[in-house]
């Protein structure tokens, strides 16, 4: 028949195995989803680049940096840094512009062409699109986006504020000591940890939260559809080509694809 102690020791030992492996399960979680957020977050600014390399080409294309921030506020679209973000991109993403048989209808054509490409990654980038899956090439995955990593960053946050003040060391060093009585008994004379070391324990171990504007993530708003804005776009398009023509052809050149 097992004795008391036997019962107690075999109790105790299940007791912190068990509290052992949820601690650190719930830690190990949380630094896995830390890690993933981090990779997801560089794959969100790379999508945030081809945007703002997009808006680089619009921008590069009008030539009339005001005219265009007019456009795209009247777009319902005003973002005062949008051109500097643009100009920091790297190189204008460059394309084939669509076939007209004079110059001012290509460069018509290419104004609302730029738009339209520009728009359409700008709601990547906020929105997402759907890829296919690299796990599944048969299923289809929303891709990575602002909007899904700032719900994410959030429901992170919450888990790191749990497992800081839930399952503090501390708090769980506390528990497993008030479940031997000599172990109390000797903190009792010695002073255990107290105070400052308590709170630098708490402290050096806590997950720190994720400070997402620390990622520096350009905020980008979408403007209107090229269908809803295409009356405006071909008026600012004839606008430059008749009073800056050759700064707009050249222009036109300089962001031309030379691939075939």
Same mark, same amino acid.
């Given at each position: 028949?097992?004795?008391?102690?036997?019962?107690?020791?075999?109790? *105790?030992?299940?007791?912190?195995?068990?509290?052992?492996?949820?601690?650190? $399960?719930?830690?190990?979680?949380?630094?896995?989803?830390?890690?993933?957020? $981090?990779?997801?977050?560089?794959?969100?600014? $790379?999508?945030?680049?081809?945007?703002?390399?997009? @808006?680089?080409?619009?921008?590069?294309? +009008?030539?009339?940096?005001?005219?265009?921030?007019?456009?795209?506020?009247?777009?319902g679209a005003e973002?005062?840094?949008?051109?500097?973000?643009?100009?920091?991109?790297?190189?204008? @993403?460059?394309?084939? !512009?669509?076939?007209?048989?004079?110059?001012?209808?290509?460069?018509?054509?290419?104004?609302?062409?730029? *738009?339209?490409?520009?728009?359409?990654?700008?709601?990547?980038?906020?929105?997402?699109? *759907?890829?296919?899956? !690299?796990?599944?090439?048969m299923k289809m995955?929303?891709?990575?986006?602002?909007?899904?990593?700032?719900?994410?960053?959030?429901?992170?946050?919450?888990?790191?504020?749990?497992?800081?003040?839930?399952?503090?060391?501390?708090?769980?060093? /506390? *528990?497993?000591?008030?479940?031997?009585?000599?172990?109390?008994?000797?903190?009792?004379?010695?002073?255990? +940890?107290?105070?400052?070391?308590? /709170?630098?324990?708490?402290?050096?171990?806590?997950?720190?939260?994720?400070?997402?504007?620390?990622?520096?993530?350009?905020?980008?708003?979408?403007?209107?559809?090229?269908?809803?804005?295409?009356?405006? +776009?071909?008026?600012?398009?004839?606008?430059?080509?008749?009073?800056?023509?050759?700064?707009?052809?050249?222009?036109?050149?300089?962001?031309?694809?030379?691939?075939?």
């Open positions: 028949m097992a004795s008391r102690n036997d019962f107690f020791n075999e109790f *105790y030992t299940e007791t912190m195995t068990e509290m052992a492996e949820n601690f650190f $399960s719930r830690r190990r979680e949380v630094e896995a989803r830390l890690e993933g957020f $981090s990779r997801l977050a560089d794959e969100v600014r $790379s999508v945030a680049g081809v945007a703002l390399r997009r @808006w680089k080409t619009f921008f590069t294309l +009008l030539v009339d940096t005001a005219s265009a921030q007019d456009f795209l506020r009247q777009a973002m005062a840094d949008l051109p500097g973000l643009a100009a920091s991109a790297g190189e204008p @993403w460059r394309f084939h !512009p669509p076939f007209a048989l004079t110059p001012r209808g290509r460069y018509r054509k290419a104004v609302a062409y730029v *738009y339209r490409a520009a728009r359409e990654a700008t709601s990547d980038y906020l929105e997402g699109s *759907y890829g296919r899956d !690299p796990r599944n090439p995955r929303l891709l990575p986006n602002y909007a899904t990593l700032k719900d994410l960053a959030d429901t992170i946050n919450k888990e790191v504020e749990s497992v800081n003040t839930s399952q503090s060391p501390t708090t769980v060093l /506390c *528990y497993a000591k008030s479940l031997d009585a000599s172990e109390q008994t000797r903190e009792a004379v010695t002073g255990g +940890l107290m105070g400052e070391n308590v /709170c630098k324990l708490d402290e050096d171990l806590a997950f720190k939260p994720i400070d997402f504007a620390a990622l520096h993530l350009p905020v980008l708003l979408l403007p209107q559809l090229t269908e809803e804005v295409e009356d405006a +776009l071909t008026e600012l398009a004839d606008s430059i080509s008749a009073t800056r023509k050759e700064e707009a052809m050249k222009a036109l050149a300089f962001v031309k694809s030379t691939s075939i």
